[in-house]
């Protein structure tokens, strides 16, 4: 079984991805979360790129800046600000 450059690099991708996974289950803070969320997305994004489908690609970069953008908004409008 010969593997190509690309290969090696979805590889690493995906294990980035599992990481990212674990850290948005772990993370106590929800804005944390969210970011790691981003950064999740992003990687799905290049995987999808790697793999040759730019439409998947652009659909969950599209998707996951929504989806992030809108967690923002609200985790800022229930967070509790402590004085």
């Not at 993370?27 to 944390?32: E, Q």
């Not at 990687?43 to 809108?70: F, K, Q, S």
């Amino acid at each position: 079984m010969n593997f190509i450059a690309a290969d090696y690099e979805i590889m690493v991708l995906l294990l980035i991805l599992v990481v990212a996974s674990l850290a948005m289950y772990f993370i106590k803070d929800l804005m944390h979360a969210v970011i790691v969320f981003g950064a999740y997305s992003l990687m799905m994004a290049l995987v999808w790129l790697l793999m040759n489908t730019p439409d998947l690609a652009i659909t969950e970069a599209a998707a996951g800046i929504c989806t992030t953008v809108l967690m923002m908004v609200v985790v800022f409008r229930t967070s509790r600000k402590e004085e």
